[in-house]
T-cell receptor, first 119, second 112 residues
Framework: SAVISQKPSRDICQRGTSLTIQCQVD?????MFWYRQQPGQSLTLIAT?????????ESGFVIDKFPISRPNLTFSTLTVSNLSPEDSSIYLC????????????????FGNGTRLTVT | DAKTTQPPSMDCAEGRAANLPCNHS???????VYWYRQIHSQGPQYIIH???NNETNEMASLIITEDRKSSTLILPHATLRDTAVYYC?????????????FGKGITLSVRP
């Protein structure tokens, strides 16, 4: 399975600032996915990031708040802008695990996430 | 909107089999059943997936009913390290869209 490295693993940020989270994969992948997990909750998909095109955002998430970059097939960043305490969550990057299936049924492989606390 | 329903929690004794149920009564013909688990402070871990046949791998077995409206994840010999939230997810195979929609999952507690 692909090895996913997320940086930072955790951070404490002040209200009104921004945090950029990096996701590095050790192999080339077509699609990368960004999820959010609020305290005590399940995971919610923020957006899908394809290399060479604009990210596709899920309902309730907008580019101005969560800009995403995907400069190549092994790297992506998620920025959480204008932070408020409600943004305190774990943010997770994931990619398809093509070793365990085809592009139509491959499972996702997740990093360990970035734990963000906004004060 | 999760398409699955799972009990909120269950427990089992260490060394015994853990059978985790999942209902997916509205599953479509081209949707796979996936199971993931999330151990505290870690990202979700893929366990197994299947379409209609039962599946087994080094981690678990997946039993899907003939009508595909429910499934059971079986951990044959649960250990304390299997304590986690287990998510049952259905996902269409059509297109190259691997979008997963997580529900609340079931919290499995393995007791000594």
């Amino acid at each position: 399975s692909a090895v996913i490295s997320q940086k930072p693993s955790r951070d404490i940020c002040q209200r009104g600032t921004s945090l950029t989270i990096q996701c590095q994969v050790d192999s080339q992948v077509t699609m990368m996915f960004w999820y959010r997990q609020q305290p005590g909750q399940s995971l919610t998909l923020i957006a899908t990031a394809n290399q060479g095109s604009e990210a596709t955002y899920e309902s309730g998430f907008v580019i101005d708040k969560f800009p995403i970059s995907r400069p190549n097939l092994t790297f992506s960043t998620l920025t959480v802008s204008n932070l408020s305490p409600e943004d305190s969550s774990i943010y997770l990057c994931s990619v398809e695990d093509l070793d365990r299936g085809t592009s139509y049924n491959s499972p996702l492989h997740f990093g360990n996430g970035t734990r963000l606390t906004v004060t | 909107d999760a398409k699955t329903t799972q009990p909120p929690s269950m427990d089992c004794a260490e060394g015994r089999a853990a059978n985790l149920p999942c209902n997916h009564s509205t599953i479509s013909g081209n949707e796979y059943v996936y199971w993931y688990r999330q151990i505290h402070s870690q990202g979700p871990q893929y366990i197994i997936h299947g379409l209609k046949n039962n599946e087994t791998n080094e981690m678990a077995s997946l039993i899907i009913t003939e009508d595909r409206k429910s499934s059971t994840l079986i951990l044959p010999h649960a250990t304390l390290r299997d304590t986690a939230v287990y998510y049952c997810i259905v996902k269409p195979s059509a297109g190259a869209n691997s979008k997963l929609t997580f529900g609340k999952g079931i919290t499995l507690s393995v007791r000594p």
